[in-house]
């Protein structure tokens, strides 16, 4: 795949450090994203993959280096961090909704807080979203009356609720029984089919090579290789990957 000019470019990662105390967690991150690209991120625990994801829209912050979104620098202490942080989904593996209210409630709360929309607008727009992950009629439920993989979906319709330009994806599935795991995977992948941006950090390789358009092995805190995902998968290059991928594929 060519290399792209930066206008191009949904997220940026340059140099980045990321240190708790006396441990380098990120050693020197160089990372893009493209518009509409899926780029998916695998390593073993303790990699910094997380820490990657959350240092893309500033949930952690980074030691040094740069963090660009759609051309604008969020490690600048001048950035409306929020303004940006608005353009951005992030879905985690533990679903984070609110346990005492109903599904509806959780998808139109933040749009009526933070994009000041009218209540009409936002079920209208909490609904349409719901319909996308094939829970409309759980609108009135509660949290605790949903399976994961459910919760999970809720978690991106609310996600999706906001507009965002691209999503973020921290293991959305690790949380998840074996057989729930499949229809959260559909709805990214339809989201994919859509053009969304999106930035998934995963262990479902069958995901990564059917739907990546580029897959980063880290390790370390760094990144190992990176390549289109069918060839990395099939042909690793670098020894660590080669290990790595010899236990779970």
């Keep these: 795949m060519a290399d792209t000019t930066p206008a191009t470019r949904a997220i940026e990662v340059r140099n980045l450090h990321k240190c708790y105390g006396d441990n380098e967690v990120l ?40 963090v660009i979104i759609e051309g604008i620098d969020i490690t600048d202490e001048n950035t409306d961090l929020d303004a940006v942080r608005s353009r951005i989904g992030m879905v985690f593996q533990q679903f984070n909704l ?5 599904v ?14 009218s209540k009409d607008e936002a079920v209208a727009i909490a609904k349409a979203n719901l319909e996308k992950v094939g829970l409309l ?17 809720v978690a991106i319709a ?14 959305p599935t690790s949380a998840l029984d074996p057989e729930l795991v499949g229809d959260v995977l559909q709805v990214m992948k339809d989201l994919a ?7 998934v950090v995963t262990h479902e390789m069958g995901f990564a090579r059917e739907v990546g358009d580029k897959l980063v092995f880290m390790d370390g805190g760094v990144i190992v290789e990176e390549g289109d995902p069918r060839q990395v998968l099939g042909n690793p290059q670098h020894e660590r990957t080669q290990a790595f991928l010899s236990k779970v594929l």
């Design 98 to 102: 609110f346990p005492h209210m109903s």
């Design 193 to 199: 089919a859509e053009g969304m941006t999106m930035m």
């Design 158 to 171: 609310r996600a999706l609720s906001m507009n965002p330009d691209m999503m973020l994806f921290d293991e």
């Design 137 to 153: 009629g759980k609108a009135d439920a509660y949290p605790a009356h949903l399976s994961g993989g459910q919760q999970q979906r």
């Design 27 to 66: 050693k020197g991150i160089d990372f893009h994203v493209d518009a509409g690209q899926v780029v998916c991120v695998i390593g073993p625990s303790g990699s910094g993959k997380s820490t990657l994801l959350r240092c893309v829209n500033r949930l952690e912050e980074p030691t040094s280096g740069q």
């Design 104 to 117: 509806l409630r959780n998808l139109t709360i933040a749009q009526q807080r933070v994009k000041k929309r």
